[in-house]
């Protein structure tokens, strides 16, 4: 597989808007350079109960996201409020909250990938 020059996905936790850690994921580009920009590509699941962060096979979209960051893209998940195993509060709240969107959404304006 060396031959393909694929990217190893990197996770991370960002905070959102209430201080919550949400999960997530990056693949950047193997010739990534931090001082260059970047496009950016958000991979959105945006629903309750599916986590889209895992470390684990990425059968349907793998190579895309691979393809993507070849290109020079950085390609992003991050879970969003309401998804499972991090237990009952943070799953039901999201029940309540649904759509206000600063539940939903972290604010990457103030992000640096590094």
């Known amino acids: 597989m060396e031959k393909f020059d694929l990217s190893k996905k990197e996770f991370f936790?960002?905070?959102?808007?209430?201080?919550q850690d949400l999960n997530a994921w990056m693949i950047k580009p193997t010739?990534?350079?931090?001082n260059k920009k970047h496009p950016l590509l958000?991979?959105?699941?945006?629903?309750?109960g599916i986590n889209t962060v895992n470390?684990?096979?990425?059968?349907?979209?793998?190579?895309?996201?691979?393809m993507l960051a070849q290109k020079g893209?950085?390609?992003v998940s991050v879970d969003?409020?309401?998804?499972?195993?991090r237990g009952?509060?943070?799953?039901?709240l999201y029940i309540f909250t649904a759509w206000k969107?600063?539940?939903r959404r972290p604010d990457f304006s103030c992000q640096k990938f590094r």
């Open 13 to 19: 936790t960002i905070k959102n808007d209430e201080g």
């Open 73 to 75: 893209y950085i390609v």
């Open 101 to 103: 969107a600063r539940n």
């Open 88 to 92: 009952k509060e943070f799953q039901t």
């Open 31 to 34: 010739n990534f350079k931090k």
């Open 55 to 66: 470390d684990s096979w990425e059968w349907m979209n793998y190579f895309w996201w691979q």
């Open 42 to 48: 958000m991979f959105v699941y945006g629903g309750p």
């Open 80 to 85: 969003a409020r309401g998804t499972g195993f």
